[in-house]
């Protein structure tokens, strides 16, 4: 039987109390936890620091199978627990596609085999990722997996009469559709957000409307089958306004934020660098303001980090030939510090929740995102939120390195990351 | 002036009317009998093109000949950039070769300032057109052109365009020309109105230092300088307007619309001109029509530019004053 005392921690940020992990479990939390009960136990002195919920993220991209120079499942989940995550799901969008029952299967299995981070795919809605033809989602809810997410991301599902029918079908076993929301004839050779820094710089245009027009069609398409429908990377002050909409309708919609629209606008463009180049755009400092309300006052259920891995070659070369993404695990929770925690947006009980509680809820990862106390799995994340530093991509744990924030300083420092009672994370470093 | 010339932005007043007197100088050594300075003997000059430009890299060509510099002319025509390697392989095998300045044609937009700032190379990077971005030796040949008609050639030196009104039209939205015109033109002093059909204006456009107009009529009896867009067939498809004949009718320069135009006012075209659509033959042919003198006053400002930024000390012209000296 092992035994792990967490001393003092600030539970959600709260008052200081003792959490006794025994063996895969939470056995006890209170203040001054008795002699007997922790005996034997390995003691860690967390004082002043934050204890969280294992963070959960609804949109990872591991590129294994198939790229598996950017990241692997063993790369990226060492990066998400890292930045103290217990679970991730990864994205459909491979090679070869997860459209199957095999390939999800697969991914679910290298997950647990490395047992950094419980790796839960997302299936693709259509095969091969076309828009044509449904695949078969049935299948991939039936597998080892236990597919409950599917997304198209990285494309839209654009075709109103398939995200129709994938809508209504996986009601038949309680699934979500998440929707990376982009016109594609609106957004034909789009490089960055369409404004006023593209109009100077000659770069095509990725226009707000591209996204919100999607948006507007899906909860209404939610709406009208009795489905629940999940927006990816939301991205601009439109989009807010429409799922606010939807959901004084009482329409089943839930949406997420990345961090790095949180934080990062369009002027970044100006340098040219491709480290900036992400899909959905970086847009203006009107849209991160609107975003950081939204996911203050709940608008925006999660922060999802679409940690999108890239070698260096993808992107040291110029603008338009660089590949579109960034990487997020290791500084999603620093980020959301910065621009929610640190500016008195959210506390760090509401982090858990935008963090843990409902991506967890959302994509029906069991075992993930839940409260703090006795008899709960011991899924657990210790915060140094005093911590101050500069990003340095150099340690990060991810194969690529194409981070937006090398050199910032930003806040908080991840020092434990506990899976199931397992220690992955000791110091701020991989156990 | 800063090492390298990326946009018209980056360029002051001064820098702009110092670039154009320089010009002047270097426009009449194309009047001597040899056509040649030492200037940049010894140095060595790469044309690196990854956009066929044929007009463009003679001109430049040119310039540099007439400044005595070796020449490296890299057509990248066929290697695809989409891998995205070939522009930082290609810079450094330059850098490797002791070149002492590039210049630059390439498709994508921002290119020539990934090159002149993501440490690749050392070397003066020299625009020569970006995507839709920025074209600035184009600004200055036209402003140059505009100077010598509407000042006179020296009447003109040390004067900006302060106070002429300069129109530009026809597809803003893909055009890098007019980009680097607005910018050089309102660092001049001239007040610069964008006409084009509102498709074919950017998203944003209403913080350039501009006006915009969808009337050309409207506009033409206050322009000193008329600018004329090319217009590209692809864009027909695309639905920016409907017809060849109705874009024809609202924003092409005809006889008719010329007359509109006061006395002294120039029609302009950066080339190649496609009769017919944005330009009839009648205006292209007609006295007021400049794009013959733009094609020669870019070598002269290419010229400038190339010594600007790589010369330096010496007087770039030595000997015309000794030929001054010798008039006395
Ligand atoms: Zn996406």
């Not at chain 1, 003691?43 to 204890?51: N, P, Y």
């Not at chain 2, 009317?17 to 010894?42: C, F, Q, S, Y």
């Not at chain 2, 008609?149 to 026809?170: E, H, K, M, S, Y």
Request: with cysteine; hydrophobic share 40%; proline share 5%.
């Amino acid at each position: 039987m092992s035994k792990i005392l967490i001393r003092g921690a600030k539970v959600l940020g709260g008052e200081p109390q003792d959490v006794l992990i025994t063996d895969e479990t939470i056995t006890a939390v209170g203040t001054d936890l008795t002699v007997s009960s922790a005996e034997g136990a390995q003691v860690i002195e967390a004082d002043g620091k934050i204890l969280l919920p294992g963070l959960v993220d609804l949109h990872t991209h591991l590129r294994e199978p198939g790229r598996e120079d950017s990241e692997t499942v063993l790369t990226g989940t060492r990066a998400a627990a890292s930045g103290g995550y217990t679970a991730v799901f990864a994205m459909a969008n491979t090679f070869p596609v997860a459209d199957t029952a095999g390939v999800v299967e697969q991914v679910y299995r290298l997950g647990q085999e490395h047992g950094y981070c419980d790796v839960q795919p997302i299936g693709a809605v259509t095969v091969g990722l076309e828009g044509k033809k449904l695949a078969e989602l049935g299948a991939m809810h039936e597998s080892a997996a236990g597919v409950t997410v599917f997304s198209d991301d990285g494309k839209c599902v654009d075709d109103a009469v398939i995200m129709r029918r994938a809508l209504e079908y996986v009601k038949a076993f309680g699934g979500v559709v998440a929707q990376h929301a982009q016109e594609p004839r609106l957004t034909e050779g789009a490089q960055m957000n369409e404004g006023v820094v593209s109009a100077e710089l000659g770069l095509g245009g990725w226009p707000a409307v591209a996204e919100e027009s999607i948006i507007a069609r899906d909860v209404l398409l939610a709406e009208h089958v009795g489905s629940r429908v999940h927006i990816c990377h939301l991205s601009t002050a439109g989009s807010v306004e429409i799922v606010r909409w939807a959901k004084s309708r009482g329409i089943d919609v839930t949406a997420e934020v990345t961090p790095h629209h949180l934080l990062l606008t369009d002027e970044l463009v100006r340098t040219y660098n491709p480290v900036y180049k992400v899909n959905p755009p970086l847009r203006t400092e009107r849209d991160v303001m609107a975003l950081r309300e939204a996911l203050a006052d709940g608008t925006i259920d999660i922060v999802a980090t679409d940690h999108a891995p890239h070698p260096h070659e993808d992107k040291d070369c110029e603008w338009a030939a660089a590949a579109m993404g960034m990487v997020g695990l290791e500084t999603a929770l620093s980020v959301v510090q910065r621009t929610m925690v640190d500016t008195g947006l959210l506390t760090w009980a509401d982090v858990a929740d935008r963090m843990s509680f409902a991506p967890a809820r959302i994509g029906q990862a069991t075992g993930h995102g839940r409260p703090i106390s006795a008899g709960e799995p011991a899924n657990l994340t210790l915060v140094d939120s005093a911590y101050r530093g500069e990003v340095d991509p150099a340690g990060f744990a991810s194969r690529s390195r194409n981070t937006p924030y090398e050199g910032r300083e930003l806040p908080g420092r991840i020092t434990h990351t506990f899976l199931r009672g397992r220690a992955t994370v000791v110091d701020g470093k991989l156990a | 002036m800063k090492r390298h010339l990326i946009s018209a932005a980056d360029l002051t007043r001064d820098d702009a009317v110092l670039i154009l007197d320089t010009a002047e100088e270097m426009a009449r050594v194309a009047d001597r009998p040899i056509k040649k300075l030492p200037t940049l003997r010894g140095r060595t000059v790469c044309n690196l093109f990854f956009e066929d430009s044929t007009r463009t890299r003679i001109s430049f060509e040119a310039a540099e000949k007439r400044l005595s510099a070796d020449v490296i002319n890299f057509a990248a025509k066929g290697s695809s950039v989409s891998k995205g390697e070939s522009l930082k392989d290609t810079a450094q095998t330059l850098e490797a070769m002791g070149v002492d300045a590039v210049v630059i044609r390439h498709s994508a937009s921002g290119a020539p300032y990934r090159l002149a700032t993501s440490g690749w190379i050392d070397a003066p990077v020299i625009n020569a057109g970006d995507g839709t971005h920025q074209h600035p030796t184009q600004a200055l040949l036209d402003a140059f052109t505009m100077r010598r008609r509407l000042i006179g050639p020296d009447a003109g030196l040390g004067q900006d365009l302060g106070g002429r009104r300069i129109t530009i039209v026809g597809d803003v939205l893909h055009s890098r020309v007019a980009r680097s015109n607005v910018d050089l033109l309102h660092t001049l002093g001239a007040e610069v109105t964008l006409v084009a059909p509102p498709t074919l204006v950017p998203v944003g456009v209403e913080t350039w230092p501009c006006e915009v107009s969808y009337d050309l009529d409207s506009v033409l009896p206050k322009s000193d300088a008329v600018m004329m867009l090319r217009v590209q067939r692809e864009r027909m498809n695309a639905a920016f307007f409907p017809t060849e004949r109705e874009y024809s009718r609202r924003y092409g320069l005809d006889g008719d619309r010329m007359a509109r135009m006061p006395e002294h006012a120039l029609v302009m075209h950066p080339g190649p001109m496609v009769r017919g659509m944005e330009i009839t033959a009648e205006v292209a042919d007609s006295g007021r029509c400049t794009a013959v003198e733009q094609v020669a006053n870019g070598v002269s400002i290419r010229m400038a530019v190339l010594y600007l930024l790589l010369g330096g000390n010496e007087p770039a012209v030595s000997s015309p004053r000794t030929d001054r000296t010798e008039e006395k």
